[in-house]
Antibody, heavy 126, light 110 residues
Framework: QVQLVESGGGLAKPGGSLRLSCAAS????????MSWIRQAPGKGLEWVSY????????YYADSVKGRFTISRDNAKNSLYLQMNSLRAEDTAVYYC???????????????????WGQGTLVTVSS | QSVLTQPPSVSAAPGQKVTISCSGS????????VSWYRQLPGTAPKLLIY???KRPSGIPDRFSASKSGTSATLGITGLQTGDEADYYC???????????FGGGTKLTVL
C-alpha cells in the first residue's frame, strides 16, 4: 500500500533552517509528481511546492518562493524540502502528498493529491 | 484569506443530506478541475473527489460533487456521526501558477 512518511520537523529559530524528508513506499516513486502542503495550527490547508517526476518542473507558493527548495531523489524514493530563512508564520504541520498532474500543450500542473503522509510539525520560535 | 471561498461551517442531522459550496473564479475553478478532501480530527487530509465529480476507489457513493462555472459543490447523503470533519475544496489557479484550497468547512452532524 502507498505510504508517505515525513521526518525532519522540529523547533527552529527565526532565520534558521530545517530540511524535511518524505520517504515513499508502495508505489513507483519516479512515476509520480509530489508536493508539500502545510497546515498552520487551527488553520486550513496551504499548498507549498510541487515537483514533477524528474524535478524539471517545480512550482512554489509565493509565501515561500526564494526561501524553500523542493528536491527529490528517485533512487532513494524520497522527497525533500529545504527551508531557509524561516519565519514564525512558517509554523505548521507539513504534509508530503502524491500529486496527479494535468498536462496541456507544453505545460503541466498538479491536478489533485491522492495520498498524504501523516505530517511533521515545524515550529519557528525564538 | 483563501482564494476559494467555503462556508466556515454546516450542520445537519444523522441520515440527512448536506451540501458544501466552493466558490472561485475563472482562473481557478472556472478552467480547472476541482478536488475535495476530508480531514478527520487529528489526521491527515484524504481525497474524496477528483476531476470535479469522480470518486476514488473505496469512497462510498454517499459522496458526490459537481461543478458549474466558477463554483463547485460537495454533497453528502445519509450523514453519519463519523462524517464530522473538515472538508476542503482544491484546484489549480492558472494566474497564480499555484494549487489553491478553500478555507475549509467544518461539518457537524447533530
Amino acid at each position: 500500500q502507498v505510504q508517505l512518511v515525513e521526518s525532519g520537523g522540529g523547533l527552529a529559530k527565526p532565520g534558521g533552517s530545517l530540511r524535511l524528508s518524505c520517504a515513499a513506499s508502495g508505489f513507483t516513486f519516479s512515476d509520480y509528481y509530489m508536493s508539500w502542503i502545510r497546515q498552520a495550527p487551527g488553520k486550513g490547508l496551504e499548498w507549498v511546492s510541487y515537483s514533477s517526476t524528474s524535478g524539471t518542473t517545480i512550482y512554489y507558493a509565493d509565501s515561500v518562493k526564494g526561501r524553500f527548495t523542493i528536491s527529490r531523489d528517485n533512487a532513494k524514493n524520497s522527497l525533500y524540502l529545504q527551508m531557509n530563512s524561516l519565519r514564525a508564520e512558517d509554523t505548521a504541520v507539513y504534509y508530503c502528498a502524491r500529486a496527479l498532474a494535468k498536462r496541456w500543450l507544453q505545460k503541466e500542473w498538479p491536478n489533485y493529491f491522492d495520498y498524504w503522509g501523516q505530517g511533521t510539525l515545524v515550529t519557528v520560535s525564538s | 484569506q483563501s482564494v476559494l471561498t467555503q462556508p466556515p461551517s454546516v450542520s445537519a442531522a444523522p441520515g440527512q443530506k448536506v451540501t458544501i459550496s466552493c466558490s472561485g473564479s475563472s482562473s481557478n475553478i472556472g478552467n480547472n478541475y476541482v478536488s475535495w478532501y476530508r480531514q478527520l480530527p487529528g489526521t491527515a487530509p484524504k481525497l474524496l473527489i477528483y476531476d470535479n465529480n469522480k470518486r476514488p476507489s473505496g469512497i462510498p457513493d454517499r459522496f458526490s460533487a459537481s461543478k458549474s462555472g466558477t463554483s463547485a459543490t460537495l454533497g453528502i447523503t445519509g450523514l453519519q456521526t463519523g462524517d464530522e470533519a473538515d472538508y476542503y475544496c482544491g484546484t489549480w489557479d492558472s494566474s497564480l501558477s499555484a494549487a489553491v484550497f478553500g478555507g475549509g468547512t467544518k461539518l457537524t452532524v447533530l
